[in-house]
C-alpha cells in the first residue's frame, strides 16, 4: 500500500505542480492585485488537490477494481441471463448516481436553465441510460457480439432521435455523455469487463473487455435524449 502511494504521490505531482507554477506566473504577470495570499491559498489548495486525487486513485486500486472483478467474474458464474443484465444494469446506475462529474453538470445546468431542467431527473437519465448500456456491454461480452455492432445500433438510435429532441437538449446530451464515465465509476466498469471475460473461455480481456466506458456515455446521450422529447 505504501509504495502504491508513493508511486501515486510522484504521478499526480509530476501533472499538477506545472500546471499550479504555470497559472501562478500569468497570475503575477497579468493580474496586477493577484497578492501573495492569494497565491498561498492557491497554493495550498493545490497540494490539497494532489493529496486527494493521490488517496482517491489508492483507493481505487485497493477496492473499486477488485470489487468490480469479483462482481463480473461472479455475475456470469450464475449463468442465469436476467440475473446478469439485473446485476449490470444495477452496477451501471449506481456507479454514475455516484459519479461527481455528473452531479457537477447537473449543478451548473440547474444554474443556467433554472426550473426548466431539473438537476436530479437529469441525473436519473444519464445514469438510466448508462446503466442499459452496461449491461447491454455485459450482453456483448457473453454472446461474443462485435462491438461495432452496438455501437453503430447505438449512433443510429442518437441520430434519429436528435431529429425529435428539443434543440437546448442536443449539446446537454453530448455533455452529458462526456462526463458519464469519470474517476469513480470508469475504473469500476473497465474492472466489470475485464471481470466477465476472466472466466469465459477463448475469451481475451483486450479485446473483450473493454469497450464499456465508450457504450456507457452513448447511452447516457440517448438517456437525455429521451428525456427532452418526454419534457416537451
Do not use: C, W
Not at 493529496?51 to 483507493?59: A, C, M, N, P, R
Amino acid at each position: 500500500m505504501l509504495s502504491d502511494f508513493k508511486t501515486q504521490l510522484f504521478e499526480i505531482s509530476r501533472a499538477i505542480i506545472p500546471i499550479t507554477v504555470i497559472i501562478l506566473i500569468i497570475h503575477f504577470l497579468f493580474i496586477p492585485d493577484f497578492s501573495l495570499s492569494h497565491a498561498f491559498q492557491f497554493t495550498m489548495g493545490s497540494l490539497m488537490v494532489i493529496l486527494g486525487i493521490t488517496l482517491f486513485l489508492v483507493g481505487v486500486n485497493l477496492g473499486l477494481i477488485p470489487i468490480g472483478n469479483a462482481i463480473g467474474s461472479e455475475t456470469v458464474r450464475s449463468g442465469s441471463i436476467p440475473v446478469i443484465l439485473l446485476i449490470a444494469f444495477l452496477f451501471g446506475f449506481f456507479a454514475t448516481v455516484a459519479e461527481p462529474d455528473v452531479r457537477v453538470l447537473a449543478n451548473m445546468i440547474e444554474s443556467v436553465a433554472g426550473n426548466s431542467i431539473d438537476r436530479l431527473d437529469l441525473i436519473l437519465a444519464i445514469s438510466t441510460g448508462g446503466g442499459f448500456f452496461v449491461a447491454a456491454s455485459i450482453l456483448r461480452i457473453v454472446f461474443n457480439v462485435p462491438l461495432a455492432y452496438l455501437f453503430t445500433a447505438g449512433y443510429l438510435i442518437v441520430l434519429a432521435l436528435l431529429f425529435f429532441a428539443p434543440q437546448e437538449y442536443v449539446p446537454i446530451a453530448f455533455d452529458g455523455g462526456g462526463v458519464t464515465v469519470g474517476p469513480v465509476n470508469g475504473p469500476i466498469f473497465l474492472s466489470l469487463g475485464i471481470g466477465v471475460t476472466s472466466v469465459l473461455g477463448g475469451r481475451s480481456a483486450i479485446t473483450d473487455g473493454f469497450g464499456l466506458v465508450g457504450f456507457a456515455s452513448v447511452g447516457s446521450v440517448i438517456g437525455i435524449l429521451l428525456m427532452g422529447i418526454v419534457a416537451s
